[in-house]
């Protein structure tokens, strides 16, 4: 009988919490989306596609890392508010079907329309991070996705500050425990969401 590999057993559970840590920000984006406006966004994995081509195709470009970012998420706000104004706020007090296959087939036309824009061809970005692993008593762990993690680690604190701290934050999260008390206490709605929560 073989002997239980306690290294290799740590380093698959460091590697597996490594990467928890990342796609906790997608379960944390998928609730944002759906506490505050009640949608489930299945487009969320195609924007985040969208993002991506469009970074890594500017910095291709010779667009300066970090005016390509600033660019990328200028242009992310403005199709997230057109996705607002023209998918979603039509689809006000339609049924959840509705909203589900809005968002369904929306996530393709995003992903169409990221291919038709920057092309289908696979795109490589330099971080100047090496992809190596490097040796911790015996536990092999990944450079990049202890840096990816971090960064991850990072956004996730900064976002409970933010909802915890601030008077975006701590209105958002009025909105998302009881709908009427929050435009009870006089918080400035959008008159269309307002009429969301007072038919529901």
Known sequence: MESFDYLFFVEVLTGGLLSGVMYSLVAIGFVLIYKTSGV???????????AALTFVSLVERGVPFYLALVLTFAIMVLLGIGIERAVLRPLVNKPPITLFMA???LS?????AAQLLWGTQVHALEL??????FEFYGVFISQFDLFASAVAALMVIGLTLFFRYTRVGLTFRA??????????????LPRIWATVWATS
Not at 181 to 188: K, Q
Request: hydrophobic share 55%.
């Open 108 to 112: 393709y036309v995003i992903e169409g």
């Open 40 to 50: 489930l966004n299945f487009a969320q994995g195609a924007l985040l596609l969208f």
């Open 103 to 105: 968002t369904l087939g």
């Open 128 to 133: 100047g991070i090496e992809d190596v692993p």
């Open 175 to 188: 909105v998302a425990d009881d709908q009427f008390a929050a435009l009870a206490v006089g918080l400035r």
